[in-house]
């Protein structure tokens, strides 16, 4: 803070002072170089193309705020850090969202984030391999949100799917189909958490408890 201070006003005296030799002296603080870290599946051309503005600003005066709404349009993006290093660098340590799954809606792809965020979808080989989700964001939240507290096992789902009943199937990666009711759900789940992995139920793809308290079994 205290360098600040006094980097300020050295500069300050200079513009009340100013001839070619003292410009020549503050143009060393405007902004050259952009350093990216921590950016795992950004490139760091995509981000300093957002931060173009920025360049041959003033690093004394260049508002953070500023820089911050221009690496949020950048949906990919959780936070950061940003850290001037004088005379005229930016190191900007990124945090990405982490996708959970592919948000279909209508013709539309988004990826979704840990908190249920819209990402908006590239083809990233990372990713490949994430759940659909049929349905709208909002109750898919709550649905996600449900699941995570009774700990059902995410990694198996391949697919989860909202009908207009506004009831909920999953489909998993070893082919088979949750068929859950509208009302009272968790209780179906937990019941197929208690039997899933039994020997006598090993062999049914299609467990159906949209009927209630009773199961049907394919």
């Known amino acids: 803070m205290k360098k600040r201070l006094v980097i300020a006003l050295f500069l300050i005296i200079?513009?009340?002072?100013?001839?070619?030799?003292?410009?020549?002296?503050?143009?060393?603080?405007?902004?050259?170089?952009?350093?990216?870290?921590?950016?795992?599946?950004l490139k760091d051309k995509d981000i300093k193309s957002l931060l173009i503005p920025f360049y041959n600003r003033n690093l004394i005066f260049l508002d953070n705020k500023e820089v911050k709404k221009a690496l949020l349009q950048n949906s990919f993006i959780?936070?950061?850090?940003?850290?001037?290093?004088?005379?005229n660098s930016l190191k900007i340590e990124i945090f990405e969202k982490k996708p959970i799954a592919i948000l279909l809606n209508k013709k539309n792809k988004f990826y979704l984030s840990e908190k249920i965020e819209l990402i908006e979808f590239k083809n990233l080989p990372n990713y490949q391999n994430l759940p659909y989700v049929l349905g709208n964001k909002s109750d898919f939240k709550i649905f996600y949100?449900?699941?995570?507290?009774?700990?059902?096992?995410?990694?198996?789902?391949?697919?989860?799917?909202?009908?207009?009943?506004?009831?909920?199937?999953?489909?998993?990666?070893?082919?088979r189909v949750l068929k859950l009711p509208a009302d009272n759900y968790i209780k179906s789940l937990e019941n197929f958490l208690n039997i899933k992995s039994k020997n006598d139920f090993k062999k049914f793809e299609l467990f159906d408890y949209r009927i209630n308290n009773q199961l049907i079994l394919k």
């Open 145 to 175: 949100d449900n699941l995570k507290k009774i700990n059902f096992p995410l990694d198996l789902v391949n697919k989860y799917i909202l009908y207009e009943t506004n009831r909920w199937d999953l489909e998993t990666k070893n082919n």
């Open 14 to 41: 200079l513009l009340t002072t100013i001839d070619s030799k003292q410009s020549f002296v503050i143009s060393k603080f405007n902004l050259k170089t952009i350093i990216i870290e921590n950016n795992l599946l």
């Open 78 to 87: 959780e936070s950061f850090n940003i850290k001037k290093k004088y005379p």
